[in-house]
């Protein structure tokens, strides 16, 4: 009778295990194309490449817009591997860059020396950076892309240190942009819409500021490897009162 009630007990167990792995199973994948989870280049990394991610020469608008401005002195930060630096050293403005990679720091030196200039490049992160207020004649920032919560007090942060009739140049990726980078991953920008820019955000970082231009445009990048297409971006001029 015992060795009964001990087989009877067995196959209640093992009943019980078939039974469980008939269920079905949910399998969860963490790496999800739809998660919301910023993705954030390693920029150490990216730079660390041996051509230049956004190429060597200017971004066009920064460029143009640079170019009417009589030189002086200008803030890039955020300023990777320099080519907006280096091109504002070519003609004549005097150059202080920040950003937090060290290897974008290498290659920027590295392009300003085969171009025959120099720039003040500071290590540090946006929300550390100090500077003397009302030093500056002028302000770029080409593509700085931070998550909604961060972005009007990260850009306001560098206000003071520009002088009273200063300028700012701006581009950065509008909120029209991601079916595009669906589209061709090579043309670059956040992955995330928080990241990107309405034209009434823009409006409320600058309050306070004469916009001089404000235009979202549909542009054809050729910006190295990385902005390399057709995207949709803002582009701002402004003046500071």
């Given at each position: 009778?015992?060795?009964a009630s001990?087989?009877?007990?067995r196959?209640?167990t ?9 269920k ?5 994948n963490?790496?999800?194309?739809t ?17 230049y ?7 066009l608008?920064?460029?143009?817009e ?7 002195k200008?803030l890039?930060?955020?300023?990777g ?11 004549g ?10 290897q974008?720091?290498?290659k920027?030196?590295?392009l300003a020396?085969?171009?025959g ?5 500071d ?32 850009y ?6 520009l002088?009273?009739g200063g ?29 990107l820019?309405?034209r009434?955000?823009?409006?409320d ?5 004469e ?8 542009v ?9 297409g057709t ?11």
């Amino acid at each position: 009778m015992i060795a009964a009630s001990i087989f009877q007990g067995r196959l209640l167990t093992l009943s019980r295990v078939i039974l469980s792995l008939s269920k079905p199973i949910l399998i969860i994948n963490m790496s999800d194309s739809t998660s919301t989870t910023p993705r954030i280049p390693n920029w150490d990394l990216r730079y660390s490449e041996k051509e230049y991610a956004f190429g060597e020469g200017p971004n066009l608008f920064f460029k143009s817009e640079l170019e009417k401005l009589t030189s002086g002195k200008l803030l890039l930060p955020a300023e990777g591997e320099g080519r907006n630096g280096v091109f504002a050293a070519k003609i004549g403005w005097d150059v202080i860059a920040f950003d937090k990679s060290v290897q974008g720091k290498v290659k920027a030196e590295a392009l300003a020396q085969s171009q025959g200039v120099s720039l003040k490049y500071d290590i540090c992160d946006i929300a550390e950076v100090s500077y003397e207020n009302d030093q500056f004649d002028a302000l770029g920032f080409i593509y700085l892309h931070f998550p909604k919560e961060d972005k009007k007090k990260n850009y306001q942060r560098l206000f003071p240190f520009l002088k009273k009739g200063g300028y700012v140049i701006a581009e950065m990726f509008s909120d029209k942009h991601l079916p595009y980078r669906e589209k061709n991953p090579n043309v670059g920008g956040p992955h995330n819409f928080e990241f990107l820019f309405s034209r009434a955000e823009i409006e409320d970082i600058f309050e306070g500021f004469e916009i001089l231009f404000l235009k979202e445009e549909i542009v054809d990048l050729k910006e190295g490897k990385y902005h390399n297409g057709t995207g949709s971006v803002f582009r701002l001029l402004a003046l500071k009162k």
